[in-house]
């Protein structure tokens, strides 16, 4: 697996997490020891979105991170340069998400 680092081509950052897209949440999760989703909800908790407020989510991989935004009534654009994420994030496997 090819690692990310700043000379990397984005077309090669894309192409690593296309490849890992389908795992990536329980990787992130398995890998940071759950850590992902406290940074998430300090996130969430930071940014305080609300009705009628407007979030872009960048890089926003699979949805998770911008789902909180849109349930708490924001208008959420997630957006990312992986396919292979915003696939997973627009309903491949897991159902429409935010
Ligand atoms: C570590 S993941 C985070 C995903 C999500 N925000 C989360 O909290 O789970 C990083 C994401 O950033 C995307 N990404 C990295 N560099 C980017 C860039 N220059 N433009 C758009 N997306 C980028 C990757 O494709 C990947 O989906």
Do not use: H, I
């Not at 894309?14 to 398995?30: I, K, P, S, V």
């Not at 991170?65 to 997973?88: E, H, I, N, Q, Y």
């Amino acid at each position: 697996m090819t690692r990310a680092s700043l000379d990397k081509k984005p077309a090669d950052v894309a192409a690593m997490f296309d490849g890992t897209a389908e795992r990536y949440d329980l990787l992130n999760t398995l890998m940071t020891g759950g850590q992902d989703r406290r940074w998430r909800r300090e996130a969430v908790r930071a940014l305080d979105a609300r009705p009628g407020e407007r979030v872009l989510d960048l890089a926003a991989g699979t949805g998770t991170s911008s789902v909180p935004f849109a349930d708490a009534g924001a208008s959420t654009v997630a957006c990312d340069f992986s396919l292979g994420m915003l696939r997973v994030a627009s309903g491949g496997r897991r159902g429409r998400r935010g």
